[in-house]
């Protein structure tokens, strides 16, 4: 920075030559008239453009005489300078009043020295910084005021920040000035050469010049691969067919790519590719001919059946046609065989090695060919692939079966059918089939049995299902026509059916089952006492759902209800704080909830399922249900009053006000109570900071159960393309994609709390848009570690954030790994984002959990007491004020608390 002459405002400050420790010589302003009263010296820069940038830094340079060390000047001599700022769009002012100046701060030295004597080293240098933001003309002026200080000022430095121009997933991102104080910047990436947008690329430059959250991505265009930031040609031998494609790959088999950039690779001559066929494919050729062709005769009709070809070509899409020529006369002259022969299941384009063919003419003489083919086929010049069988067909007969009848029923499952043989058969009977199928359903599933008898018993039925028997007799000219039909309907037990037929009427009883219905509480039962631990029972298992609530919550009488005042507002209604005679006990402090009135049906309900919920759980941090009212209006759900209200709140409201331990210690408390609602087999799907109520005593506990609370409560639920709403920003994406909701995906969640913790109620993935939130974790990227942050921690949350489900820890472990970190806190100092250690030391305590404490100081008779009330950290019992009824135990316990505090953990007890 170009500093104006001094001269212009006739103050004291002069340009004076020093020699710096190396002896080389510098420049600096100087100004000392600390003998003199009412100094008021001006000293100003040029016009400095800010380049676009709305936040920029100082840096001066300066050393300051201690007043102490010069004789004769007390009362004039001052110690510190301040320094200004004026934004203007002129570049050229030659004049500025004091008064339009901004003061940027008063400026002291951290140092100050007593000897002018640069030769002897003693001249301290200080160096201070300070930013002014929000700037929008085209620059500024800077503007330093002595009021009768010893000053040298040796440098001024003006900066800004910018995130450096970089290239990330081969878009790059321009060289990119921050912006305010908080604000992320948006930038948008160019596709480096030869590649194009796959998803649009953007970054974020965050304020201290970092990228943030890469979200989209270039991808190399085809005949071009990535290589370390750019895209470069495919070489020769090798292609790639997509952009999508990451690398370049070598030709497939039967082809060739002579030069470089090959987006396909081309057929050796004689070898062909389809049009569908992938460009990763081999090329192929047509097949060779089918072999071993055989025919069977049955009167007029004729099946063949032949091997498939030796060489397919290289393909798997084989299939076969027909052509038929019906020869006759003594020359055997052939001719096409016309449109009343037919072919099952079809003449061209068969997939299967046979086929049968019908209504040809008795006591001729057919050639049939049978070519086969593949996808390549028609582009190949030369036919390959055909084989040639004669068939001569027989006389006919007569074999038609009539009369199947219903002969007896031998259990639930089985019928016994009979049939008369064939009037006139063409020759001895060799055997009967009988096909039976479910009615209309014949295309995807029928049954063939044969017997050589006239009578079969078919089993294994279903019940309640109607079955069609078909039966034919076959002689050694083949199979007749198919006689008699019949159609049963089974039939549930203890219902006769009578069911018509063309052939026949019969009965037909069948012992099917009901399905029981079940006994609500035998259900139950059988869900609390399944495999030993007790499971979360669905309110939607009951068929009445007041029966839940009565099962699971406790009625309450409205006149022991007094309420105080109204502290939020819930879905159905308001909030409101109070109190609640327990008989026999004394009054307690709760929470409200009442639905408001002119509430539908399916409103009440859904309002009372978080109640049949939360009756169901009892642990220390799960908020604790009294009970409901709900024989008078309006209905109200009671629960345990939380002091602290929700988490995110209170975070956000004692910003910065804990310890690491006092914030892990709260972590503990949720991952406990999610521990215990996953043992329950019981799903949060919401669990969030502002799904956490804190009480007096700083314990967390887990809230918000009710059925409808993700749909329609949470302000933070979003719609998504599958319909249904779901909290973006706290869900894991398989619970997103595919509704994938499990104690995994609750455990995602858990990790998001985590760092809605340590950053004391920051909104996660800050103000990025739901759509990029969900770009960007598909593209693995993951929250950073919040300021002052411990490793361990972070490590923590991003194991919460693995993609695969299972390989996410287990509430179990998180508990686990968390209580080991409140026993050895020396783990927690090393930080995320920062080498230095800059909270004050943790203590450490000599004792690692509350019960141990508690034996320590002999009053282990209370551990009882503690863990029921929450108490299940040290940290927490530094909060402490709780039912210790004898003096001199409170005195002990309290006396231990103090010399925990004096520590140092912050405490208010
Ligand atoms: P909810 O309908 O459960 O989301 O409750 C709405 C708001 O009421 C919450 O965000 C809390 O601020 C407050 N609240 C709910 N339950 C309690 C409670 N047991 N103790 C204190 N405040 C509560």
Known sequence: ?????????????????????????????????????????????????????????????????????????????????????????????????????????????????????????????????????????????????????????????????????????????????????????????????????????????????????????????????????????????????????????????????????????????????????????????????????????????????????????????????????????????????????????????????????????????????????????????????????????????????????????????????????????????????????????????????????????????????????????????GYGTYGGEIELETSHEGKKKIVENATTHFCFRHCGYIKAKQDPDEEKMQFQHGRGSRTYIHPHTYEDPNQAVRDFAKEIDASNIRIERVIGAGEFGEVCSGRLRVQGKREIYVAIKSLKAGYSDKQRRDFLSEASIMGQFDHPNIIRLEGVVTKCKPVMIITEFMENGSLDTFLKKHDGQFTVIQLVGMLRGVASGMKYLSDMSYVHRDLAARNILVNSNLVCKVSDFGLSRVLEDDPEAAYTTRGGKIPIRWTAPEAIAYRKFTSASDVWSYGIVMWEVISYGERPYWEMSNQDVIKAIDEGYRLPAPMDCPVVLHQLMLDCWEKGRSDRPKFGQIVTILDKLIRNPASLRELANSSAWSDPPTPEFSVSTVDDWLDTIKMGQYKENFSSAGYVSLDSILYISMGVTLAGHQKKILSSVQSLQTQGTHVQV
């Open 1 to 477: 920075v170009k500093i104006t002459h001094p001269s212009l405002y006739h103050s004291q400050w002069e340009e004076i030559s020093v020699m710096d420790e190396r002896n080389t010589p510098m420049r600096t302003y100087q100004v000392c008239s600390v003998m003199e009263a009412n100094q008021n010296n001006w000293l100003r820069t040029r016009h400095i453009s800010r380049e676009g940038a709305q936040r920029v830094y100082i840096e001066i340079k300066f050393t300051l005489r201690d007043c102490n060390s010069l004789p004769g000047v007390s009362g004039t001599c001052k110690e510190t300078f301040n320094m200004y700022y004026y934004e203007s769009n002129n570049a050229n002012l030659w004049f500025i009043k004091e008064s339009q100046y901004v003061k940027i701060d008063t400026i002291a030295a951290d140092e100050s020295f007593t000897q002018v004597d640069v030769g002897d080293r003693v001249l301290k240098l200080n160096t201070e910084v300070r930013d002014i933001s929000n700037l929008s003309k085209k620059g500024f002026y800077l503007a330093f005021q002595d009021l009768g200080a010893c000053i040298a000022l040796v440098s001024v430095r003006v900066f800004y920040k910018k995130c450096p121009l970089t290239v990330r997933n081969l878009a790059q991102f321009p060289d990119t000035i921050t912006g305010g104080e908080t604000a992320l910047v948006e930038v948008h990436g160019v596709c480096v050469n030869a590649s194009e947008e796959f998803e649009p690329p953007k970054m974020y430059c965050s304020a201290d010049g970092g990228w943030l959250v890469p979200i989209g991505r270039c991808v190399c265009k085809p005949g071009f691969e990535e290589n370390k930031d750019i895209c470069q040609p495919c070489r020769p031998g090798t292609y790639k067919a997509s952009a999508t494609d990451a690398y370049c790959t070598k030709c497939p088999p039967h082809s060739s790519s002579p030069h470089e950039q090959a987006m396909e690779c081309i057929c050796e001559k004689g070898f062909y590719r389809a049009e569908t066929d992938p460009r990763s494919m081999a090329c192929t050729r047509p097949p060779s001919a089918p072999e071993n062709p055989i025919s069977s005769v049955n009167e007029t009709c004729v099946t063949l059946e032949w091997s498939p070809p030796r060489d397919t070509g290289g393909r798997g899409d084989i299939t076969y046609s027909l052509h038929c020529r019906k020869c006759s006369g003594e020359g055997k002259k052939c001719a096409p065989c016309g449109s009343s022969v037919h072919f099952v299941p079809r003449q061209f384009g068969l997939s299967s090695a046979s086929v049968l063919i019908t209504d040809l003419q008795p006591d001729s003489n057919y050639t049939f060919t049978i070519e086969s083919q593949n996808g390549v086929s028609d582009l190949s010049p030369t036919l390959r692939g055909t084989v040639v069988i004669n068939v001569t067909t027989s006389q006919t007969g007569e074999n038609q079966v009539s009369h199947v009848v219903l002969k007896e029923r031998r259990s639930k499952d089985s019928v016994t059918l009979a049939w008369q043989g064939p009037e006139r058969p063409n020759g001895a009977i060799v055997e009967y089939e009988v096909i039976y199928y479910e009615k209309n359903q014949r295309e995807q599933n029928y049954t063939v049995l044969k017997t050589r008898s006239n009578m079969m018993t078919v089993d294994g039925l279903k019940p309640g299902t109607t079955y069609v028997f078909r039966v034919r007799a076959r002689t050694d000219g």
